[in-house]
């Protein structure tokens, strides 16, 4: 709640340390080779029979166009004709998998994200949408909770009134800066009126919801520069807003060694960018969620939070979290019952594998009580801002001061120097810790360490 948050600079400077986004606990770090796709077709045997309800997400890795800070799992490609021999297998992995599926299983939620999905034709996601039809259990407009990524130079009034028309009723579009100068740094030169034809479309079609997506922290950024595009994209009056801190990191990420590194903005503009940004939002009605995530006070996010259901999960902040998720696709990951399982991350091996018949499950996690039991404190924290230690107590049986001792003391630390109010009963994040819910979200982490940290970008 943004009327509960409060900039601390000096509390920021002593937590803002590097750490997971916690779309799951345990995070994709811990995954492994030992689980395959029998321990995948066992978790939708046991999710057929307890008839839980679905969340698919389906991933199109490819682009036309290269984006320097992009780390997503892609294709830079031209050749349009690529796509037809992955929607090939992609096709058959989604025959595979349904079959192990009960019909009475709705799909509440879908999601198509990449890469661009828009770099499919239209006869192609009208392909992809029947296939997934046919084979899964979907849900008619009003009921069904259906989202799909949007680049809006790879789309037009013409795409979006065929989204509309296949059932598609949220949009997320990326945006990242409307800058030029920016815009030419990162390759991806996008303007103002190409965004705000989609938006407008969005609205006129009646799409249920748009989110558009910034990130700060990019080259050639600047405070008041990035507080124009805000300024901007407020105009657009989206529903909610995703606001990234950029995280650099050319040895993981290839694209990210074509930045210039002395065009990156230092670590103190990045806090005006993101303070100002947050004032900005406050002043236009935007709540915070959490994690970098904004909504209108009347959005399905904002109304979850405030009922106490709001949930996470890979897709991000969701009031789907009690469905079992199923990934397809190069790369996707599920999350069904106990188990995490991720499809291979290479196009070749994914499409190779589904060539044999075979589902490319390639790595995975089956969590234990000490996973579930720290995926539960981690998610009410990070959804929520408080914990009751009674509630955690009962759903597991456990002692809380107990189970937890050995990081007591860096919670009674994290109380002193004002980031959560700790007692006996419970641990409330203050309105200065929210910014920084991701480092309270660590102590309960049983695999971080200083090692594996480095993998991950900066809380802010």
């Known amino acids: ?91 058959q992995e989604i025959q595979m998998v349904a079959c192990h599926v009960d019909g ?6 879908l999601h198509i994200g990449g890469g661009t999905p828009t770099f499919l034709s239209h006869v192609e996601l009208r392909q992809l949408m029947a296939h997934l039809r046919k084979h899964f259990t979907l849900l008619d407009d009003h009921c069904g909770d259906y989202g799909i990524e949007i680049d809006p130079r790879e789309a037009d009034w013409s795409t979006m009134g065929l989204l509309r028309e296949l059932g598609f009723n949220r949009v997320s579009l990326g945006v990242q800066d409307l800058d030029p100068l920016v815009q030419r740094a990162i390759n991806r030169l996008q303007s ?43 105009a657009l009056q989206p529903d909610r807003l995703s606001v990234f801190n950029y995280a650099h990191l050319p040895e993981r990420f290839m694209p990210q060694r074509r930045i210039d590194t002395a065009q990156l903005p230092s670590a103190e503009h990045k806090l005006q960018m993101l303070q ?16 970098d995530h904004f909504a209108l006070p009347d959005d399905d996010l904002a109304i979850a939070q405030e009922e106490g259901t709001l949930q996470r999960n890979f897709q991000g902040y969701t ?24 499809n291979s991350s290479d196009l070749a091996d994914y499409q190779n594998l589904l060539g044999s018949d075979q589902l490319a499950t390639s790595r995975g996690l089956l969590c234990n009580v000490d996973d579930h039991i720290r995926r539960a404190v981690i998610a009410q924290l990070i959804c929520h801002f408080s914990l009751d230690f009674a509630t955690v107590e009962d759903r597991f049986g456990i002692d ?3 189970y937890f001792n050995d990081v007591w003391p860096r919670l009674l630390t994290m109380a002193t120097d004002g980031l959560i109010h700790l007692d006996a009963d419970s641990l409330r994040v203050t309105p200065a810790g929210r910014l920084l819910v991701r480092s309270i979200c660590m102590v309960f982490d049983a695999y971080l360490d200083l090692q594996n940290r480095q993998r991950f970008s900066k809380v802010i």
Not at 276 to 291: S, W
Not at 323 to 341: E, P, T
Request: proline share 3%; with cysteine; glycine share 6%.
């Open 319 to 342: 009031t789907h979290g009690h469905c079992d998720l199923i990934g397809l696709g190069v790369s996707a990951i599920s999350q069904i019952g106990d188990l995490y399982a991720q």
């Open 192 to 234: 103002l009126d190409e965004t705000r034809a989609i938006v407008e479309a969005a609205r006129t079609l009646q799409f249920r919801s748009v989110n558009i997506d910034l990130i700060y922290g990019l080259p050639l950024q600047t405070p008041d520069g990035f507080a124009r595009t805000v300024e901007q994209v407020i």
């Open 400 to 402: 809380f001061r107990d």
């Open 104 to 109: 009475r299983q709705v799909v509440e939620q």
């Open 276 to 291: 100002r940004t947050i004032e900005q939002l406050a002043g236009a009605g935007y709540r915070y969620i959490g994690m």
């Open 1 to 91: 709640m943004l009327d509960d948050l409060r900039w601390d600079s000096e509390l920021i400077r002593r937590h803002d340390l590097t750490g997971p986004r916690y779309t799951s606990y345990p995070t994709a770090v811990q995954f492994h080779n030992q689980v395959g796709a029998f321990d995948l077709l066992h978790a939708l045997r046991e999710s057929r029979k307890a008839v839980r309800p679905l969340s698919l997400y389906v991933h199109i890795p490819f682009c036309a166009n290269i984006c320097y800070y992009c780390a997503c799992n892609k294709v830079i490609t031209k050749d349009r004709g690529r796509a037809q021999a992955y929607l090939q297998r992609l096709e």
